[in-house]
């Protein structure tokens, strides 16, 4: 508890919407989608998984910290923008 209560902490509860706590994971959920990404990057959660087929559509972004598994919940990342224009996908 103390791990994630640490990472509330970091990125400020006001910004979060739900926080769930496993026996190995936390998932954060902003209020506002489109602050994801940048509570991802705060808390090093760099790998993005894109879920284009749910509405709304989203990136889960994870990362590990304090031997947990962190999700971060975020809007739909552009993967051109964030990879530069030259990407193809």
């Excluded at 640490?6 to 979060?16: C, D, H, W, Y």
């Excluded at 790998?47 to 749910?54: E, K, N, S, W, Y």
């Excluded at 999700?71 to 739909?76: E, I, P, T």
Aim: hydrophobic share 40%; glycine share 10%.
């Amino acid at each position: 508890m103390g791990t994630a209560i640490a990472m509330v902490a970091k990125v400020g509860g006001e910004r979060l919407e739900v926080v769930t706590v496993t026996r190995n994971r936390v998932c954060l959920q902003p209020r506002e989608l489109s602050d994801g990404e940048q509570i991802a990057n705060e808390l090093a959660c760099n790998a993005p998984l894109d879920h284009r087929l749910t509405i709304p559509e989203y990136t889960m972004w994870t990362g590990h910290r304090g031997g947990l598994e962190v999700q971060v919940r975020s809007a739909l990342r552009d993967p051109v923008a964030t990879h530069g224009a030259g990407a193809h996908w």
